[in-house]
């Protein structure tokens, strides 16, 4: 069955509405224990309080300045350490490995040594967000450097460009739409890394809340955090790095305007 | 036709080999080939794939580096690339995170380093020989085919390089955007007097251009043929009598005998 594009919207609202619609008649057939597994109704009126108690939005407040400020600094200090990978063959050599190693590391991992090294300070979660993340965005610049077609540095030669200039000028440009995806793929990361360090280290945060939610038993808390977080990652991957990510990819000739 | 023996020499090619290194033995991708080039000519490189041409077209480029053999511009050796000798690729290669203007304008930025106003100043005007004036702000991926070489082209003579190379540019074309092309680039070389040196494996083309054409042979390289194009510009590159010079110029190439060596 075709369906037309403009239409594919009217199914996924179907969908999710249809999910939760299962989840409530299941707790209303009391197929699950309530205590266990609240309804949606719950989960929302608890969200609802929290928001309502000023618990939520200082919260949300907090990951997203840890998240913001952590993810600039892995992603500034990622674009130029792949830049270096991506213009000198013995910096790459030696750090690729070391990136891809870091990278298969899971983020949560990073907190025990982020408690050995900061204690429970902010700063460990700042370290959290930017181990987790910066691996990903020096090798997505490395490797978008490294495939340029060599026409456009040869025109920037000819025309030229000194030698200083040509990483502005030219090649981070050049590699724009490999580097948004790295930033792309970093955020997703630098997110699973943030709510995991909040977990434990913090007083405060998306993931602190969470923690609570589990030291109170309060089953809708947990489960309400958790679509709150899912929901804040979806919405800056689809429509912040997403939609830039489109943008770039048509202007560069990569896809077909929609 | 202005005559060759007032004008000066601009392009000296001396004695120039290229071989590559292949594992233990090499291969002879150019024999010693001496051109010389007049200040203000059209020179069309033609032969088929593989005789060196464009290998010779990056040479003067300062892309590659000869194995023997020097190249000199005004009597100055060339070494590497320089906004003296610019070229004009096959693959446009026009910068997609600009627009239009911008990439004109790109090359002028050593010229008029602190002034942007001059820059787009000059850069409009070479829009405007290209006939893409009303284009300034287009991004680059809106633009067709044939008018993206057309940036490139005036992205390439806005910094006024001494010398123009033309690396095949015209293949992915269609015929009638192409025979455009013909007559624009007849038209600027015209009207700036710009010493041009194209590349191309179309015996027509190398007919409709060039005020000289040289036939390369295969392989190793060696000019076989150097033709004068004695017809008035502009020229149709649907003319019979460029369809007789491109017959002669193609049996050149067919003929065993090796004119040049």
């Given at each position: 069955m075709q369906v037309p594009e403009q239409n594919i919207k009217y199914y996924v609202i179907g969908f999710y509405f249809l999910l939760i619609a299962t989840w409530q008649v299941m707790f209303w057939a009391s197929l699950v224990l309530d205590y266990l597994f609240p309804s949606p109704l719950q989960v929302a009126t608890r969200l609802w309080e929290l928001a309502a108690d000023n618990y939520l939005w200082p919260s949300v407040k907090a990951t997203f300045q840890r998240m913001g400020i952590g993810f600039s600094i892995a992603a500034s200090v990622g674009l130029v350490i792949g830049l270096l990978m991506g213009t000198s063959r013995v910096v790459n050599s030696c750090l690729r490995s070391l990136f891809l190693g870091l990278q298969?590391?899971?983020?949560?991992?990073?907190v025990p040594v982020s408690l050995l090294l900061?204690?429970?300070?902010d700063k460990g979660i700042y370290f959290v967000i930017i181990m987790s993340s910066l691996p990903a965005v020096a090798i997505a610049t490395s490797d978008g450097i490294s495939h340029i077609p060599i026409i456009y540095l040869r025109v920037a030669r000819t025309l030229g460009t000194p030698g200083w200039a040509m990483p502005t000028r030219v090649m981070l440009p050049a590699a724009l739409p490999s580097i948004v995806t790295g930033l792309k793929l970093g955020w997703t990361l630098a997110w699973h890394g943030g709510v995991s360090a909040e977990l434990i280290k913090?007083?405060?945060g998306l993931g602190y809340l969470l923690y609570m939610g589990r030291e109170l038993n309060d089953a809708s808390q947990v489960i309400g955090i958790m679509v709150l977080t899912i929901l804040f990652g979806l919405l800056l991957d689809r429509f912040v790095f997403g939609l830039i990510q489109q943008r770039i990819r048509i202007r560069w000739g990569l896809a077909q305007q929609a | 036709m202005p005559t060759t023996g007032s004008r000066p020499v601009k392009l000296k090619l001396t004695d120039i080999t290229k071989t590559y290194a292949n594992g233990s033995h090499t291969i002879e991708a150019l024999q010693p080939v001496s051109v010389e080039v007049l200040d203000g000519e059209f020179v069309v490189f033609f032969?088929?794939?593989?005789?060196?041409k464009s290998t010779l077209l990056n040479i003067i480029a300062g892309f590659e580096t000869p194995t023997e053999g020097t190249v000199t511009l005004d009597n100055q050796t060339v070494k590497g690339p320089h906004h003296d000798r610019l070229m004009l690729f096959q693959e446009h290669?026009?910068?997609?995170?600009?627009?239009v203007i911008e990439n004109v304008m790109y090359g002028l930025k050593r010229k008029f380093r602190f002034k942007p106003h001059a820059r787009r100043g000059t850069a409009r005007q070479f829009l405007q020989m290209v006939h893409l004036?009303?284009?300034?702000?287009?991004?680059?991926?809106?633009?067709s085919g044939g008018m993206k070489q057309r940036v490139a082209l005036a992205r390439a003579l806005a910094p006024d390089p001494k010398v123009l190379l033309v690396d095949?540019?015209?293949?992915?074309?269609d015929a009638l955007t192409r025979a455009k092309l013909y007559g624009d680039l007849q038209e600027i070389f015209m009207r700036t007097r710009k010493t041009i040196v194209l590349v191309t494996h179309d015996p027509r083309e190398a007919a409709c251009l060039g005020d000289r054409v040289l036939v390369f042979s295969g392989r190793p390289g060696k000019i076989k043929a150097d033709i004068r194009i004695d017809l008035p510009r502009?020229?149709?590159?649907?003319d019979p009598a460029v369809g007789a010079y491109a017959a002669t110029i193609l049996s050149h190439l067919e003929s065993p005998a090796d004119a040049g060596a």
């Open positions: 298969t590391l899971p983020s949560a991992a990073w900061f204690g429970l300070s913090s007083s405060i | 032969g088929p794939s593989g005789c060196g290669g026009l910068f997609p995170w600009l627009n004036e009303q284009f300034e702000h287009t991004p680059i991926h809106a633009l095949e540019p015209f293949p992915a074309l502009l020229r149709e590159i649907n």
